[in-house]
C-alpha cells in the first residue's frame, strides 16, 4: 500500500516562501494523478494543486494565481510544493494525496484520491 510523508512545514513571515516535499514509498508514476491539499481549522479542505503523472500536466487553483508550484522528482519518487507570496490565509494543515483511477473529476477535487499523508503544519504569522 502506499504511504506518503509530507515534510517542510513550519513558521513563515507573511511574503516569504516555503518548500513542500512529499515522499512516496513507491514509484508516483504508477499512480493518475498526485495532489496537494490543505485544511484551516474551520473550513473545509480545499485543492491546491495537482498533477497528472502521465502527462505531466498540472492544475492550480485559481485563487492561488500562481503563488503555489507543484512539481515532481520521479527519481526520488517525491512530489513537491513550492509556496511563493505567502499570506496568513494560507495558514493550515497541508496534505499531499495520490490518486489510482481516471474519473470524470479533474486532479484538483479531493474526492477521488485514495491515499493520503498524514499532513505538515504551514504557520504564516510576523
Known amino acids: 500500500q502506499l504511504q506518503l510523508v509530507e515534510s517542510g512545514g513550519g513558521l513563515v513571515q507573511p511574503g516569504g516562501s516555503l518548500r513542500l516535499s512529499c515522499a512516496a514509498s513507491e514509484f508516483t508514476l504508477d499512480y493518475y494523478a498526485i495532489g496537494w491539499f490543505r485544511q484551516a481549522p474551520g473550513k473545509e479542505r480545499e485543492g491546491v494543486s495537482c498533477?497528472?503523472?502521465?502527462?505531466?500536466?498540472?492544475i492550480h487553483a485559481d485563487s492561488l494565481k500562481g503563488r503555489f508550484t507543484i512539481s515532481r522528482d520521479n527519481a526520488k519518487n517525491t512530489v513537491y510544493l513550492q509556496m511563493n507570496s505567502l499570506k496568513p490565509e494560507d495558514t493550515a494543515v497541508y496534505y499531499c494525496a495520490a490518486r489510482r483511477l481516471r474519473t470524470f473529476r479533474l486532479c484538483l477535487s479531493g474526492y477521488d484520491y485514495d491515499y493520503w499523508g498524514q499532513g505538515t503544519q504551514v504557520t504564516v504569522s510576523s
Open positions: 498533477l497528472y503523472n502521465s502527462s505531466g500536466y498540472t
